[in-house]
Each structure stands twice: as structure tokens, then as C-alpha cells.
């Protein structure tokens, strides 16, 4: 087997038996030297005011220079910072023709047709509840190839260079702006071609979408990319579909796979930000603990289930076929989401001082109302590659998934962050393609650092969790799309302290992970294997003259304080919910087999967008059972919903699994403990319906045909959504069929 | 290239770690440079260079078979058979279907020649068979791990469809639908230029829920490669009326285990051998269950049928 993997990459450097990164030689470091460059901090989108009336200054989308270019980055800039025009609709805006129509007919084939918004027509991906959830707020960003930043949003950020850490002679400031950083992951390395990475804006640092609770947004996504789908350096489509990552969102903004629009339209994502359980429970809004941050240190209350609040969140892309590669590209953001709960406010009505007060003041700072992220870092990480020019890289032709033999924080090569001698918030994504982590965070002796895990895939969990523990050491496997919020305590290290995060998994071929490496081997340099493997981030024990407000983590473990519990279920919930059974597995059963889904014991099936595999009705309780063979591993991922998991292999979940609600699942190969052949998720569907899909997060996988499509439905439904078609003249629809349903009982055992 | 990349191996045993030319400029990245340009025999006995000949500038489908297969590789070369028929004469023009054998040993030109007869190849697309060493090497090269001839039965059945000239390459299956290969070859493969199928749906008809029945869903995905019910036949006869015209405990007997009837000499199965061009119908390992399922659901197509009415055998 490995020596079959080396013949496939003769041209490579290898440590023997260690395919990384896939099919390539090392990636070249330019005489770079790790912990000499900050960590590039997430830029905000900033969200606008929803405009009101037409604009009659407002500019279209500037033309692309060519075919195998979009436009220049001034032009953009401009045009993005125009107010937003025309006003979002219902059904997608059909009225015009795409920007780029002469262009494309010029590149591709005149279009008799064609349409500016690439959301697929007419009834079927109209915004559900429109009217009702209006945006009362907007962003709008371009997909585009990397570029310098001429600091467009500097003015959108909430701490305006002006608060907290982000001030002039604060921790984080620099210069007051992002003008003039360029996309490169290290001072010594080069700069990212243009089609190399295409990302949010074309441009560093990578995007967050601060987002409350209960206030719907627009979020306009541009298509800038090449027209010609040849100029992509080696990997990524022009075609684009933006999934925000466990929103509680109708379906027609759920990012599906097959609903996918071209360069030169947009797509309108509607995001009603509701709490889900709005049309069952606190109807009447009376809960305090339901709202979000009115900016005047308020709470504007909110209709739902204060107990489905959520935190941590991304987006990305999700292309049918090429989710991997354009991912892996820079398709992909963060969002945070503030609420009562987390507000992002420390020492403001705090629930520590008393329990009434909704507000659990997660580090974060204090200057502004809400959304404060002097103390709250996010934190994406994931390993890539790139070529003797230092030219981003992916294989495509490998499918057990792709490895990539650097691990880059926010984009930043072995970067350092100062911190202050507090506590932090730390929001980690693990944003890779096939790569797991465990991370151990250490001081420069190499001893381990205490911490907190208080949110499990974003949402926060009823209890903090404590690590060091006793089923485990260091911070447990994260998988792809997988999220962890953690609380660290900087305040026992004395000022100049450094502390490192240490990859501790060890893979060497794409299918999933092979062993966890004890932490002094990796630190005594005797280990030597996966070079993804060893240290990733620095953090500089800076001082801190102020008071620390935030939470003591450690008051809510359990038997302490509860965080935020999880939402009621009936007491015979196990023996009333619907099942279901999805096997992650190849079809036939041989390693050689395509990947495949198998539905309720059926037969194992290679994605169909045109197929229902399962359609559950809103409102019902579910308990979903996902299971693999051996030999892989593979991170589920269920739209739409998170779930609670009630099992794995029959057993009570991990300790970090308990109190927590997640939307990524790991089943399949376990060689850390932290995963299991099968398990079971207790899961219901509310207030939206449609088309979602189910896959694996692997995203090379997930490319290759293991992702399903499932429809939420109304009681009584018996209208299929049908399947969407998209192309330059504008999006179709083919017929939808169901798989049968018959084997898919109630209580099926 | 073959010695070099033997020397390659032996060097890479030898040291465990090697550090080699660094690759081609991005734009190069799958070029000349990567995909080797060994010679492959076509059918009619053709030398036909694999990067120059087959796949430079060309949208291209390729995968692997061997001829003596009787598990599910027929239904691979059926379902292909169904998307050359889809696209029609694109294929040869600017779609080009190549299949490249696993047993160069007893896949010979004139073999394959046969076996394309038997399935009633159409022109276009291309057999081919190499040295067992190339063959295994453009395995690995299109991302599939490779076999010989010692471990056939585990063949990767992968399509990989690619556009050379915009380097772009994806793999799917066999089992999939037979219309969405050929609009990816067709659309998507020539930036969306144009639709590999049928004609657009109108918005109007796309949205009943279809037939959930279990045998609807086996004939779509095991039969309808090879078989119509009442628009002719395919490569295996059209079925409209079979409930009638066969006793149904041979019918089911048939959809499970066609091999034994075979070789048991059954008439009716040996007529329908000649009839066919000796093309098997292969054994699908169907249960008993699935069998009677497809049965049914071929029993009331011809019921209804005789009352005016039949359910759409669309996608």
C-alpha cells in the first residue's frame, strides 16, 4: 500500500510511508523562521443598515479584464463599497442579465439569456418567511482572486482601531488598518498569485461576520472569479454555493450543493437568525435569556428556545465536486454570533454575580456593548501546500483526501500572537480538508497547560469542561468543520512567558488518522514523521494592567454553574422518535469501491442531487444512527440541524460530548478514543423547509460522492422540491425522486 | 519513464527520503508533465500515445475494465453504453469515451474488439490495452489505487472525466445516472456550453414526488441501463408486457441468478443469449426480496399500460 503511493508520486520528497503532502514535494520555506510574524486577526465584514428606495448613483459590478481575470482590485473596492443595489427580492432577481453577459459571450458562447442573481427561480428557492424576517441588515462581498487589501473595510470594524487592544499602543495595533497586506502566509514567502487563492474580498486577513441573534441579514456573495475555468492554477471551479456552516436557515439559503451560481452574479443569502423553536416555544418573548445586545446595553428579547442559542460558526463553499478545492482556496469564513447569553461583553451584568443575569461574560473585553474581541480570538486552522514558486497547491487526482505538509493559523505561517496576562477566549475551526488535530498547549518546557472547553461546535455547552481530564490531556481530536471553544488562563505566566499549541495526530495517508504522538516526543524532536505534526502557534505572556471580568470557567463544571442547558426533550423520546440509518461506507464493500451513502440498510449510493434519500417531517424528534467500516474516518456533518449524541459504539459519548449540541460527527476509525464506529444523534427540524444534504466532511470524500440530499418537509407534504440545474442562460429544475420509504419505519430497530 | 520511476522506487526504499526536481510552473501542473505519455493498443491494433494521442486537448471519459468480468462490470460498460447514446455523435467529435483494459494478457485487440461488438459499441469510443506496468501507472496517475491481474475483482470502477486543456478532472461512478454523466461530459466539462442530455424540464412538471416504490427505484438504478419498458430495446430486450409473457417464478428466478440459468442451459435463457449478442444479463446479487420487488413493479407497469396509464420511467 505504501509503497503503491510512493510509485504514485515518483517526483516527491517522502519521509518513507508518509504521503505528504499528498502526491507533492515538501513545501519550500523560503529561509523563513517560525514565531517571527504575528497572526493575522480576523477582519470584519461589518454589517449595514438595510438601504431603503433605489439608487440612482449606484454602479454595476465592474467588468473582468479578460477571460482568466476578474476585475482590478480598485474597481471592487469601489463598487463593494457602494450601498447595496438593487434591493434584494423574494424570488431571485431575474430582471437583468448577468454583469458579465458580453464578456461571457465573448469567453464562452453569446447568452440568449441570462440573470443577474444566480438563485435558482421562482417559488421553489424563494426566501421562505420573507416578509416576516426581512434583513435589517446586510453585507456584500466578491469571491475573487487574491489581492492586496486596500483596507475597504477598516471603517466596518467594530472596534474602529479606536477600543480596546485594536487602539493605537494596544496589543493588536498596527498602523489602524489592513491597507497593504497582500495574501502570503509569511513575510519571506511569495505572494499568492491571483489564482492561486480566491477568497472573500480577494484579500487578507480572513473574514469574520459578527451577527446577533434575532436580526436577519442579506449577505450579497459576488461571483468575481475567471470566467475561463482553465485559470485556476491547477485546482478550484468558478462556480460557486456558500454554506453557512450549522445555521438554523431556511433551505434556499443553505449554501446547497447543486444551487451553485457563475462569475459575474450574485446570490442573495437570507439568514433569518432565529432561535430555533421560534413558532413553539417562548412565543411571547418574555425570556430574558432569549434576545440579543441592543448596543445600548440592553437586551432586545427575542421569540425561542434560549437553550438552541448558538455561538461559533463559518461559511464556506459547497460546489458540488470541488467543495475540497475551493475550501482549500479560501472559500471559507468565520461568524460569530451574539446573543444574551454571549454577549461578548465581560463584567456587564454577569451571571456569575447572579444567576438571573442571562449574560455568562465569556472572555472577550469590555469597551464596546457587545461583540468585543480584544480577549475572544478566532482561530482557523489548516495544513496546506504549495510549490517551489510557494504557489498554493492541491492534487486533484487523490480521493482518499488530500494532506497538505504545513499547518497555517488565519493564513499565517508558525505565527505568534501576544496575549495578555488574562483569560482568553479561543473559537478554533479546524478548516482543513482531511486533516484531524489534537492539540496540547504547552510552555516552553514543555509543560501542559490547564484549560477550559466551554462550546462544542459553537454552541456552548451546560458545563465547562476541564482539561487535563480524565479521558483526556490535551484538547481532544478535531475534525474537518469541527469547533472548539476553549477559555485559557494566561494570568499564572510571568510576562515574556511563551506558550505553544502542538499538533499531536499524526496522519500519513489522507483516509483518516493513524496515532496520537506523546507530546515529549514531539517536543525532543525524536519524533520525525508527518511533518504537520509538532508546533503550530506561539502565544508572548504580554502584561495585563487591567481587571479581569470574565468568567471563571471553572465555576461552571459540573455540579457548578450551568451555561447554557439543552433544550427538553420527551421522556420517551428514544422509544417514540423516527430512525434512520446512514452508512458511511463504499459500495462494495472493497476499498476500491466508490464512496457511498447506504440509506436505512439500502443499497449504497453515489450522490444524486435529483434523489431525496430521506425526507422528515418538521417538527418530529429523529434519532439518526451513522456508522462506517474501518479503516477510514469520516466527520458527518448534517445540515440544518445540530443533535445531541445520545451514543457511541452504545456507550455515554465523552465528556466534551455530553452537554454539548453538534452538527459534526466522527464515525469510523478511532485511534485516539475521541471517535467511534457508530453513534447515535437525537435531532428534529424546525420553522424552515427544503432541500439540505448530509456528507462527510472530508471534504475530498465529500467530493466523491458521499453527501446525500434530504428534504425537510411539512406534515403532509407531497410535493417534491425539484432539483435545480444551474447554467450561464440561467438555473432549471429536473424532476426530484424519493428513495423508497418504506424500510424507513418508525422505531425500526 | 517506466526505469526511471523503478530506479525512483529503489531509491526511495533504499533511502526512505529523496528529494527530487521540483515540479512544473502551476499552469503545468496537469500537463505533459504529469500524466505519462505511454503507448497504449487500441482495438483495431493502433499504437496511440496516452497524453499526445488520447487525452491532450480533449474532453475525454476514461476507465478501466477487464472482459471476463461478471460481477457488476457489465453494468459499468451498459451505463456508458447509455451516455454515449445520450450524447450521440459528440462522442468521437468533441467527447472522447476510452476504456482501457486491466488484462492486457488476455484483453487482446481482437478480444476487445468482440467484447465491443457484444455490447454494441458505438464509434467514438475506444478500447484500449497497454503493458501490465503502463496500465498500473495511469492508474495511479488518474487517482485510482491500482490492481493487475492478480487482484482484478477489487478494479476501482471510477470513471474519470477530465477536460485536458482546462485541467480539470472529476471522478464519479458508474452507478450513477447515466444522464448526469453525460451532462457533465456534455455541460460542464466545456464550461457549461452546452447540455450533454435531454432537453430542460419545465418548471411546471418537476415537482410531484415520484413513485417511492422499492422496485421503481431497483429498475431505475439495475435495469434501465439495459432495458426500456415500451420505447424498444436497449441492449437487452424492452420489458413491456414481460409480466405477461413470462411465468413469474422464471422472471424472478432470472433477475436473481441469470448465470446459473445460463449454465444450467435454460431455453428461454439461452434464446435470449443469441438474441442479444451473447451479452449476459449479469447476476446483480439481487435478494429474493429485490427480485420480487422489481416484479411487481414490472407487473403493474403493464397493468397500467393496458389501462392507458404508465408512470414516467424518466431520470
Known amino acids: 500500500m505504501i509503497g503503491a503511493l510512493l510509485v504514485a508520486a ?32 480576523f477582519e470584519e465584514f461589518g454589517l449595514q443598515a438595510m438601504p431603503t428606495g433605489s439608487c440612482l448613483t449606484c454602479q454595476p459590478l465592474p467588468q473582468a479584464q479578460s477571460c482568466t481575470a476578474g476585475p482590478t482590485g480598485p474597481a471592487l473596492d469601489t463598487f463593494l463599497r457602494q450601498r447595496l443595489w438593487p434591493m434584494p427580492t423574494e424570488a431571485a432577481n431575474t430582471t437583468r442579465g448577468n454583469y458579465w453577459a458580453p464578456r461571457v459571450g465573448a469567453c464562452v458562447r453569446p447568452l440568449a439569456t441570462s440573470a443577474v442573481e444566480g438563485r435558482p427561480p421562482g417559488v421553489w428557492f424563494s426566501h421562505q418567511r420573507w416578509n416576516e424576517f426581512y434583513p435589517q441588515a446586510y453585507f456584500q462581498t466578491a469571491m475573487a482572486g487574491a489581492r492586496v487589501n486596500n483596507g475597504l473595510r477598516d471603517r466596518w470594524q467594530r472596534h474602529g482601531y479606536t477600543r480596546g487592544e485594536f487602539a493605537n499602543g494596544q496589543l493588536y495595533y498596527r498602523g489602524g488598518t489592513t491597507r497593504g497586506i497582500g495574501v502570503r502566509f509569511h513575510p519571506s514567502f511569495p505572494i499568492q498569485q491571483p489564482n492561486s487563492v480566491w477568497t472573500f474580498d480577494g484579500t487578507m486577513p480572513p473574514k469574520l461576520l459578527q451577527a446577533r441573534i434575532g436580526e436577519p441579514i442579506l449577505f450579497r456573495h459576488f461571483n468575481t472569479l475567471p470566467v475561463d475555468p482553465s485559470a485556476n492554477n491547477g485546482f478550484g471551479a468558478h462556480t460557486i454555493t456558500t454554506h453557512e456552516h450549522n445555521g438554523h436557515n431556511p433551505a434556499e439559503s443553505d449554501g446547497f450543493a447543486g444551487a451553485f451560481f457563475f462569475p459575474g452574479q450574485f446570490y442573495d443569502y437570507h439568514w433569518p437568525m432565529q432561535l430555533a423553536g421560534r413558532d413553539s416555544i417562548n412565543t411571547d418573548a418574555s425570556d430574558p435569556r432569549a434576545g440579543r445586545p441592543d448596543g445600548a446595553g440592553g437586551v432586545t428579547q427575542v421569540r425561542g428556545d434560549w437553550r438552541e442559542t448558538m455561538s461559533t460558526h463559518w461559511f464556506h463553499d459547497h460546489m458540488l465536486d470541488y467543495t475540497a478545492q475551493n475550501v482549500y482556496k479560501g472559500n471559507a469564513a468565520m461568524m460569530n454570533y451574539y446573543s444574551a447569553v454571549d454577549r461578548g461583553r465581560e463584567g456587564f451584568q454577569c451571571n456569575y454575580t447572579n444567576a438571573s443575569n442571562a449574560n455568562l461574560c465569556l472572555p472577550s473585553g469590555s469597551d464596546l456593548d457587545w461583540g468585543n474581541r480584544d480577549y475572544d480570538v478566532n482561530l482557523l486552522i489548516a495544513d496546506k501546500a504549495w510549490n517551489s514558486a ?50 496540547a498547549l504547552v510552555t516552553g518546557s514543555g509543560v501542559r497547560v490547564p484549560f477550559h472547553m466551554v462550546a462544542n461546535d459553537g454552541n456552548i455547552m451546560e458545563h465547562a469542561v476541564r482539561f487535563p481530564n480524565a479521558q483526556s490531556q490535551d484538547l481532544p481530536e478535531i475534525a474537518i468543520a469541527e469547533r472548539y471553544d476553549i477559555v485559557v488562563d494566561f494570568s499564572r505566566f510571568a510576562p515574556g512567558t511563551r506558550l505553544y499549541f502542538v499538533n499531536l495526530l499524526e496522519f500519513t495517508i489522507g483516509r483518516g488518522p493513524k496515532r496520537t504522538i506523546p507530546l515529549a516526543d514531539v517536543l525532543s524532536g525524536r519524533y520525525r514523521g508527518d511533518p504537520a505534526v509538532g508546533k503550530i502557534m506561539e502565544f508572548r505572556v504580554m502584561p495585563y494592567d487591567g481587571v479581569d471580568q470574565s468568567m471563571n470557567p471553572a465555576d461552571y463544571e459540573e455540579g457548578g454553574r450551568v451555561m447554557i442547558p439543552r433544550p427538553e426533550v420527551p421522556a420517551d423520546v428514544l422509544q417514540t422518535a423516527y430512525r434512520r440509518d446512514f452508512e458511511f461506507t463504499r459500495s462494495g ?12 440498510g439500502g443499497n449504497g449510493l453515489p450522490t444524486d442531487l435529483h434523489r431525496v434519500s430521506a425526507a422528515p417531517e418538521t417538527g418530529r424528534w429523529e434519532i439518526w444512527r451513522l456508522h462506517s467500516g474501518g479503516g477510514w474516518q469520516h466527520p458527518v456533518h448534517i445540515h440544518f440541524e445540530e443533535g445531541r449524541i445520545l451514543t457511541r459504539d452504545g456507550l455515554a459519548p465523552p465528556l466534551w460530548e455530553r452537554g454539548a449540541r453538534k452538527d459534526v460527527f466522527r464515525v469510523g476509525d478511532n485511534p485516539t478514543g475521541h471517535a467511534s464506529g457508530e453513534l447515535e444523534v437525537l435531532i428534529r427540524f424546525r420553522e424552515f423547509l427544503g432541500t439540505f444534504v448530509e456528507h462527510c466532511h472530508n471534504t475530498q470524500h465529500e467530493d466523491n460522492s458521499m453527501l446525500l440530499r434530504w428534504d425537510a418537509r411539512a406534515p403532509g407534504q407531497v410535493v417534491a422540491i425539484p432539483t435545480p440545474v444551474p447554467e450561464w442562460e440561467g438555473v432549471y429544475y429536473e424532476p426530484t425522486y424519493d428513495l423508497p420509504q418504506d424500510g424507513d419505519d418508525p422505531n425500526r430497530p | 519513464m517506466l526505469k526511471r520511476l523503478r530506479m525512483l522506487v529503489a531509491i526511495v526504499a533504499a533511502m526512505g527520503t529523496v528529494w527530487f526536481a521540483p515540479q512544473a510552473p502551476a499552469q503545468e501542473q496537469w500537463g505533459r508533465d504529469y500524466f505519462p505519455n505511454v503507448v497504449l493498443r487500441d482495438h483495431n491494433g493502433r499504437e496511440l500515445r496516452f497524453y499526445d494521442d488520447i487525452i491532450r486537448g ?19 460498460t451498459a451505463q456508458l453504453r447509455r451516455v454515449q447514446q445520450v450524447l450521440g455523435d459528440r ?64 478494479h476501482d470502477a471510477s470513471i474519470i472525466m477530465g477536460n485536458e486543456r482546462t485541467h480539470q478532472w472529476i471522478r464519479r461512478t458508474a452507478y450513477e445516472n447515466p444522464n448526469l454523466l453525460a451532462d457533465l461530459l456534455g455541460g460542464r466539462l466545456f464550461n457549461y456550453a452546452g447540455r450533454g442530455s435531454q432537453t430542460r424540464q419545465t418548471y411546471a412538471a418537476a415537482g410531484e414526488v415520484t413513485d417511492r416504490s422499492h422496485g421503481y427505484y ?71 426480496a429485490e427480485a420480487n420487488a422489481i416484479v411487481d413493479y414490472l407487473g403493474r407497469q403493464d397493468a397500467e399500460a393496458s389501462s392507458g396509464r404508465r408512470e414516467g420511467a424518466g431520470r
Open chain 1, 390 to 439: 510557494g504557489q498554493l497547491f492541491f492534487n486533484i487526482f487523490n480521493t482518499d483526501g488530500f494532506l497538505g505538509d504545513q499547518v497555517l493559523v488565519n493564513w499565517t505561517w508558525r505565527p505568534y500572537l501576544d496575549v495578555r496576562a488574562r483569560r482568553y477566549r479561543f473559537r478554533i475551526l479546524d478548516g482543513a480538508v482531511s486533516r484531524n488535530f489534537q492539540l
Open chain 1, 10 to 41: 515518483p517526483a516527491f520528497a517522502q519521509t518513507s510511508g508518509f504521503d505528504i503532502p499528498t502526491g507533492a514535494p515538501r513545501s519550500p520555506l523560503f529561509g523563513a523562521r517560525e514565531w517571527t510574524q504575528p497572526v493575522l486577526l
Open chain 2, 218 to 288: 431497483l429498475f431505475r438504478t439495475r435495469c434501465q441501463s439495459c432495458h426500456t419498458i415500451g420505447e424498444g430495446d436497449r441492449l437487452g430486450p424492452d420489458l413491456a408486457g414481460v409480466s405477461r409473457t413470462r411465468d413469474p417464478a422464471w422472471l424472478t428466478r432470472w433477475i436473481r441468478e441469470p448465470d446459473r440459468m445460463i449454465a444450467e442451459r435454460d431455453p428461454t435463457a439461452l434464446a435470449l443469449l443469441a438474441r442479444y449478442r451473447n451479452l449476459p444479463m449479469p447476476n446483480l446479487s439481487l435478494n429474493d
Open chain 2, 58 to 76: 480533449k474532453v475525454v471519459s476514461i476507465n478501466f475494465i477487464y472482459t471476463t468480468c461478471t460481477e457488476l462490470c457489465p453494468l459499468d
Open chain 2, 91 to 154: 462522442v468521437g467529435r468533441d467527447i472522447h469515451m476510452y476504456t482501457i483494459s486491466l488484462n492486457p494478457t488476455r484483453d487482446t485487440p481482437e478480444q476487445l474488439r468482440q467484447f465491443m461488438r457484444t455490447y454494441d459499441v458505438g464509434p467514438g469510443w475506444t478500447f484500449l490495452t497497454g503493458s501490465a506496468a503502463d496500465v498500473q501507472l495511469l492508474q495511479r496517475r488518474l487517482g485510482l489505487r491500482p490492481v493487475d491481474e492478480t487482484n482484478l475483482r477489487e
Open chain 1, 589 to 600: 464493500g472493497t476499498d476500491e469501491e466508490p464512496w457511498t451513502i447506504r440509506t436505512n
